[in-house]
T-cell receptor
């Protein structure tokens, strides 16, 4: 069955340092997409980065990069040069299936990140 | 700026009193979703619309209904709110094409008294 696992309930990082948030997934579908979202205390869910299962390169968006290791079924989020505003809950999510019908996301339980000054 | 708007941001209702939450989008996306998120939990999908096609999740209680009168607007109706329905309700949209990243509104925090 499809599943997303985030094993770190909480993480701390010093400002300006890099941090890696772990995400492993389980699926039997060869075509899938992986997403990371940030949720600050205000509640809004903010899309950060996407990785498709057939993408050859690891996705990057500014300070965010996705360390995609397909054989290990992991999709870790790396935040470089942490800022105080990065303190938030981070969710990893997966969508199965290629372009077409499946629009539902499977969500992990989230990792709470605190950036220390 | 194109965006997803939810009103109100905070809603207080009484036990058993019907309540409607609203969502609008200027992204012209085909798909609109409603999620329920309780404290320290992941969002739970209630249902979604692909254009006018309504897709209900199997475990969504009958107490929750939705309407989408046009592309831009979608409503969540809770017919008889219980204390357990207190949560953040998130609306999201996505294009009809891959990779279906979802864009979320700011959420409505519902309190049931």
């Amino acid at each position: 069955a499809q599943k997303i696992t985030q094993t770190q309930p909480g993480m701390f990082v010093q400002e300006k340092e890099a941090v890696t948030l772990d995400c492993t997934y389980d699926t039997s579908d060869p075509s899938y997409g992986l997403f990371w979202y940030k949720q600050p205390s205000s509640g809004e869910m903010i899309f950060l980065i996407y990785q498709g299962s057939y993408d050859q390169q690891n996705a990057t968006e500014g300070r965010y990069s996705l360390n995609f290791q397909k054989a290990r079924k992991s999709a870790n989020l790396v935040i470089s040069a942490s800022q105080l505003g990065d303190s938030a809950m981070y969710f990893c999510a997966m969508r199965e299936g290629g372009a077409g019908n499946n629009r539902k996301l499977i969500w992990g339980l989230g990792t709470s990140l605190a950036v220390n000054p | 700026d194109a965006m997803v708007i939810q009103n109100p941001r905070y809603q207080v209702t009484q036990f058993g009193k019907p309540v409607t939450l609203s969502c609008s989008q200027t992204l012209n996306h085909n798909v609109m979703y409603w999620y329920q998120q309780k404290s320290s939990q992941a969002p739970k999908l209630l249902f979604h619309y692909y254009d006018k096609d309504f897709n209900n999740e199997a475990d969504t209680p009958d107490n929750f209904q939705s309407r989408r009168p046009n592309t831009s607007f979608c409503f969540l109706d809770i017919r008889s709110p219980g204390l357990g329905d207190a949560a953040m309700y998130l609306c999201a949209t996505s294009r009809h094409k891959n990779p279906y990243e979802q864009y979320f509104g700011p959420g409505t925090r519902l309190t049931v008294t």
